[in-house]
C-alpha cells in the first residue's frame, strides 16, 4: 500500500522543487536572419540547460470567436492596464538580470522620434545598476525606419515568487465582480 502513494508523493515533491528553487532563463533573438532561442535551466541550472522547442512556421488562419453577450471587455482591459506598471515593478524586484547584451540599429523614419527613443533607451541603460554584466550598444538611423540587431539577456527567477504579482495582474483583468 506504501508503494502506491510513492509515485504521487515523488512527483508532488519535484512539482515543490520546481516552482520553489531557482529558475535560469536565457533568451536571444537575433533579426537577419530572424532566430530565437529560448533556454531554461531548472533548480538554478545544477542539471544544465533545455532549450525549448521551436513551432514550425506554418500560419494557422485566426478562428473568428463570436461575440459574447454581457458586459463590453473594456473596463477590465483599463484596470488591467492600470495595474502593469505595479506589476512591473513587482516583477523587477523579484527577477534578477544576470547578463544582458543589445547591440541594436533602430529607427523610426522621423528624426526627432528616434532622438526621443535614443535618449529613452540610454536612460534606461544608465538606470540598469542591479545587472552583473550589461553591454548595450544602441545606434539610431534617423534617415529611415529600421530595427535590427541582437539581444541576449540571461535572468534567474523564482517561479513561486511570482506567484501574488500575476494573480494581482489576473485579477485585475477579470474587473469589479
Known amino acids: 500500500m506504501e508503494a502506491l502513494w510513492a509515485l504521487p508523493a515523488g512527483l508532488l515533491a519535484l512539482a515543490v522543487l520546481l516552482v520553489a528553487t531557482p529558475l535560469r532563463l536565457a533568451l ?3 533579426t537577419d ?7 531554461l535551466a531548472p533548480f538554478g541550472g545544477v542539471l544544465g540547460e533545455f ?3 521551436r513551432r514550425r512556421r506554418g500560419r494557422v488562419p485566426p478562428v473568428e470567436q463570436p461575440g459574447r453577450p454581457g458586459r463590453p471587455r473594456t473596463m477590465p482591459a483599463r484596470q488591467m492596464l492600470r495595474a502593469l506598471p505595479e506589476f512591473l515593478s513587482a516583477l523587477a524586484e523579484r527577477i534578477r ?16 522620434l ?10 534606461l541603460a544608465q538606470g540598469m545598476g542591479g545587472v552583473t554584466s550589461a553591454q548595450l550598444c544602441l545606434l539610431p538611423d534617423f534617415d529611415r525606419a529600421c530595427l535590427a540587431g541582437t ?17 494581482r495582474l489576473w485579477r485585475a483583468g477579470r474587473g469589479p465582480t
Do not use: M, N
Not at 540599429?105 to 528624426?111: C, N
Open 28 to 30: 536571444r533573438i537575433a
Open 33 to 39: 536572419p530572424l532566430h530565437l532561442d529560448l533556454r
Open 51 to 53: 532549450a525549448l522547442p
Open 97 to 112: 538580470i544576470d547578463r544582458l547584451r543589445l547591440d541594436l540599429r533602430f529607427g523610426t523614419g522621423d528624426p526627432a
Open 114 to 123: 528616434t532622438g526621443q527613443l535614443y535618449g529613452w533607451l540610454t536612460a
Open 151 to 167: 539581444a541576449e539577456v540571461v535572468l534567474r527567477l523564482t517561479p513561486l515568487r511570482l506567484a501574488a504579482p500575476l494573480f
